[in-house]
């Protein structure tokens, strides 16, 4: 029967690492053959996360009951401890991590849309235009990140200021506009699309290109790039034009 039982975990623990080993080859063959990165989202990698938790909870099983564990990798006599106290360290560090990140102190966001938003309002006392090429929804959720900064900081701002707090954040973000441009399979047409849009606006504007699918300092028909010196933000890629009629 221990016999069975051992060839049944065996067994198991077999399966769970070959699903853990089929996800990476197939995570490796859509980034680098199929060009489609999975890896700048991490919600894809939750497709083998129970097979890790699965795996690694099986290892610490075997180590709980070991009498003796010492680091082969600290070969020091103050790391000798029972298999209990070290699968006890394990979780609690496991769970310090957790803490971290869920007390946003030890995670690195991808996304920033709060540093780009601060700086839009320190570099822009014009109605601000912010475009985008659109191919995904992905483009559709930064945008949405930028738009929800934008509102909190803005209720913030006003919040002292008006009574009526709703009215003063609709005036102040009147002046706040974006564009999802389609994306073309030629960056020119691209351009041509969004020049389109601005001529239906008003000027004088600031236009905020994020993560356009274009070359840096595209020519904008009546903008000027801003050639100051900007800060790199986790997630977004932008450059500032200033707009206004000859």
């Known amino acids: 029967i221990n016999c069975l039982k051992n060839s049944d975990i065996s067994f198991s623990l077999i399966t769970f690492a070959g699903v853990i080993l089929a996800s990476t080859l197939l995570f490796f063959g859509f980034t680098y053959i199929f060009g489609i990165d999975l890896t700048r989202g991490a919600r894809y990698s939750f497709v083998y996360f129970p097979a890790v938790i699965i795996l690694v909870a099986a290892i610490l099983a075997q180590i709980f009951e070991?009498?003796?564990?010492k680091s082969k990798f600290l070969n020091i006599s103050i790391c000798k401890t029972t298999g209990k106290k070290a699968v006890?360290?394990?979780?609690?560090?496991?769970?310090?991590?957790?803490?971290?990140?869920?007390?946003?102190?030890?995670?690195?966001?991808?996304?920033?849309?709060?540093?780009?938003?601060s700086l839009i309002e320190?570099?822009?006392?014009?109605?601000?235009?912010?475009?985008?090429?659109?191919?995904?929804?992905?483009?559709?959720?930064?945008?949405?990140?930028?738009?929800?900064?934008?509102r909190k900081i803005f209720k913030q701002k006003l919040q002292h200021k008006c009574r009526e707090d709703s009215i003063c954040q609709e005036k102040d973000l009147e002046r706040v506009k974006f564009i999802l441009v389609e994306q073309k399979a030629d960056s020119e047409n691209t351009v041509n699309s969004?020049?389109?849009?601005?001529?239906?606006?008003?000027?004088?504007?600031?236009l905020w290109l994020v993560n356009f699918a274009s070359d840096f300092n595209t020519t904008v028909e009546n903008c000027q790039v801003d050639r100051g010196e900007f800060p790199l933000i986790d997630g977004y890629?932008?450059?500032?034009?200033h707009c206004h009629l000859s």
């Open 237 to 241: 890629k932008y450059q500032l034009y």
């Open 66 to 69: 070991l009498q003796f564990v």
């Open 194 to 206: 969004l020049q389109k849009s601005l001529n239906k606006l008003e000027y004088p504007f600031d």
């Open 88 to 117: 006890t360290l394990i979780l609690l560090m496991a769970l310090s991590s957790g803490l971290t990140v869920v007390s946003n102190l030890g995670y690195q966001k991808y996304y920033r849309p709060d540093l780009l938003v």
């Open 122 to 150: 320190k570099k822009s006392d014009k109605p601000i235009l912010i475009a985008t090429t659109h191919y995904t929804h992905v483009e559709t959720g930064e945008l949405m990140g930028i738009a929800w900064s934008m």
